[in-house]
């Protein structure tokens, strides 16, 4: 079982930057792909990246390919969001989470979810 924590959300300007940190429990963090996610209200949860076990692979929808990106530290079990060229529509909550597979984008394999953290940009 993995237990997820992020942190770094907040309010930025558009343009700006924010990097978001998922740290996870247990010894076994490289067993598992990791991915980041967001819900903005109204609106389902939605893929925003993903980085296989060793990290040598990821994914990113259109939406935010080019601006953020995805890495992992398998030593210090933390997983990391770094998003530049924020733009107002990247407003949502956005979570962390853990699935068995290798890599995965889909919403529906990750087992394990973060709480969230807030990210709000302002026009």
């Known amino acids: 079982q993995v237990q997820l924590v992020e942190s770094g959300g907040g309010l930025v300007q558009a343009g700006g930057s924010l990097r978001l940190s998922c740290a996870a429990s247990?010894?076994?963090?490289?067993?598992?792909?990791m991915g980041w996610f967001r819900q903005a209200p109204g609106k389902e949860r939605e893929f925003v990246a993903a980085i296989s076990r060793s990290g040598d692979i990821t994914f990113y929808p259109d939406s935010v390919k080019g601006r953020f990106t995805i890495s992992r530290d398998n030593a210090k079990n933390t997983v990391t969001l770094q998003m530049n060229s924020l733009k107002p529509e990247d407003t949502a909550v956005y979570y962390c989470a853990a699935s068995t597979w290798e890599v995965v984008t889909t919403r529906d394999e990750y087992t394990y979810w973060g709480q969230g953290t807030q990210v709000t940009v302002s026009s």
């Open positions: 247990g010894r076994t963090f490289s067993r598992y792909a």
